[in-house]
């Protein structure tokens, strides 16, 4: 059984940072590429960043663009979400998932974490 396991969630202040990971283990999903997602109050789960294994390519959502950093370790098949300058706005829950494909859509993601919270406060 596979699982993707995120953590570093939490509460912090408009303008603090947070780092968030995710470990798979298990059966491995889809390696191509790792993502991040997120899933505020009320409103559809949206894409946040993802990054190719090969040559750790990265892709941001404008909304996060030149707050948040994607990482990813090949050997520990683990990826990294570094927030800073964090707003209110960014207040979700955080999943990590893995793709076939270099995609923000949803639908070529395979495997999903769990999730965990985010809060920023104002």
């Known amino acids: 059984q596979v699982q993707l396991v995120e953590s570093g969630g939490g509460s912090v202040q408009a303008g603090g940072s947070l780092r968030l990971s995710c470990a798979a283990s298990?059966?491995?999903?889809?390696?191509?590429?790792m993502g991040w997602f997120r899933q505020a109050p009320g409103k559809e789960r949206e894409f946040v960043a993802h990054?190719?294994?090969?040559?750790?390519?990265?892709y941001y959502a404008d909304s996060v663009k030149g707050r948040f950093t994607i990482s990813r370790d090949n050997a520990k098949n683990a990826v990294y979400l570094q927030m800073n300058s964090l707003k209110p706005e960014d207040t979700a829950v955080y999943y990590c998932?893995?793709?076939?494909?270099?995609?923000?859509?949803?639908?070529?993601?395979?495997?999903w974490g769990q999730g965990t919270q985010v809060t920023v406060s104002s």
């Open positions: 298990g059966r491995t999903c889809s390696s191509y590429a």
């Open positions: 998932a893995t793709s076939w494909r270099f995609s923000s859509t949803q639908g070529d993601y395979d495997c």
């Open positions: 990054i190719r294994r090969s040559d750790r390519y990265t």
